[in-house]
């Protein structure tokens, strides 16, 4: 997906998760200990930063903010 921005480091992702959210994921499943995992839960963030920043951009577009 192209992007005007960069992505963010998978690692700043991963910090930004804290231990009560972690406790939540494992409980879906999803252990961020695992390098699977890291890497779905972070394509999956970047994804929705993606949606954000199209949405945002479509909003300025129409001089909705």
């Given at each position: 997906?192209?992007?005007?921005?960069?992505?963010?480091?998978?690692?700043?992702?991963?910090?930004?998760?804290?231990?009560?959210?972690?406790?939540?994921l494992l409980g879906f499943g999803l252990d961020l200990d695992d390098p699977r995992?890291?890497?779905?839960?972070?394509?999956?963030?970047?994804?929705?930063?993606y949606a954000i920043a199209a949405q945002e951009r479509w909003e300025r577009e129409k001089g909705l903010r």
């Open positions: 997906m192209p992007s005007d921005r960069r992505d963010r480091p998978a690692a700043e992702i991963l910090r930004s998760v804290s231990p009560r959210d972690r406790a939540v995992d890291v890497a779905l839960f972070v394509s999956g963030v970047r994804a929705a930063d």
